[in-house]
């Protein structure tokens, strides 16, 4: 079925640095979503991005839709250690009430 | 966290013996999911609710089986637990009328099969 690849699957990154993690489809999706899991939770979402060539901003994190609706993108701005965690993108067919995430990329900052 | 409750929150088995999780939520939601995590893998959805006793397999339903006879509570069941089971279950809730396919997670159930 369809999936989702998401790359890279670990990084680490030294405190101040920025961070970005992709989100690929070979299908064309009509949303994507991000959720963020700290290590010993549970996935807590983020944002849903759903236009072509959307940018969304929380902060220092930034979220972009391609233009095709075929990937996405997070990234963080200077990372903090509270920025630890695995990142997740997730997508729902068109009418679906199902989620299907993508593998997740773990996120390590050393101080 | 929209309510969320999940129990046990940790619970150790013998390999044959039934185990029953339970998700359990404050606000009314309709839809309710079942998932599981294991490293590599990501999250993968084992059943989801749409109503009361309204259910429907997911992507790795082999070896559970969901009820729901309240919308406050959706119950996942392993009727003989095995050592591939060995996971952390997470319930979800999706905000029928926000955003349909959004979803909350409660806080996960670790569950060893030895």
């Known amino acids: 079925g369809q999936q989702v690849m998401q790359i890279p699957q670990y990084q680490h990154v030294q405190e101040g640095e920025d961070f970005t993690t992709y989100c690929n489809s070979s299908t064309t999706l009509s949303n994507i979503q991000w959720y963020k899991q700290r290590p010993g939770g549970h996935p807590v979402f983020l944002i849903q991005l759903v236009k072509s060539g959307e940018v969304k901003k929380q902060k220092r994190l930034t979220f972009q839709f391609g233009e095709a609706k075929k990937n996405s993108s997070l990234h963080i701005t200077a990372t903090q250690t509270t920025d630890v965690g695995t990142y997740f993108c997730?997508?729902?067919?068109?009418?679906?009430?199902?989620?299907?995430f993508g593998k997740g990329t773990k996120l390590s900052v050393i101080p | 966290d929209a309510g969320i409750t999940q129990s046990p929150r940790h619970k150790v088995t013998e390999t044959g013996t039934p185990v029953t999780l339970r998700c359990h939520q404050t606000e009314n939601h309709r839809y309710m999911y079942w998932y599981r995590q294991d490293p590599g893998h990501g999250l993968r959805l084992i059943h989801y609710?749409?109503?009361?006793?309204?259910?429907d397999k997911g992507e790795v339903s082999d070896g559970y089986s969901v009820s729901r006879s309240k919308t406050e509570d959706f119950l996942l069941t392993l009727e003989s637990a095995t050592s591939s089971q060995t996971s952390v279950y997470f319930c979800?809730?999706?905000?029928?009328?926000?955003?349909?396919?959004?979803?909350?997670f409660g806080p996960g159930t670790r569950l060893t099969v030895l």
């Open positions: 997730a997508y729902s067919g068109a009418g679906s009430y199902q989620l299907t």
């Open positions: 979800a809730i999706s905000l029928a009328g926000v955003s349909t396919d959004t979803q909350y």
């Open positions: 609710s749409y109503g009361v006793k309204d259910t």
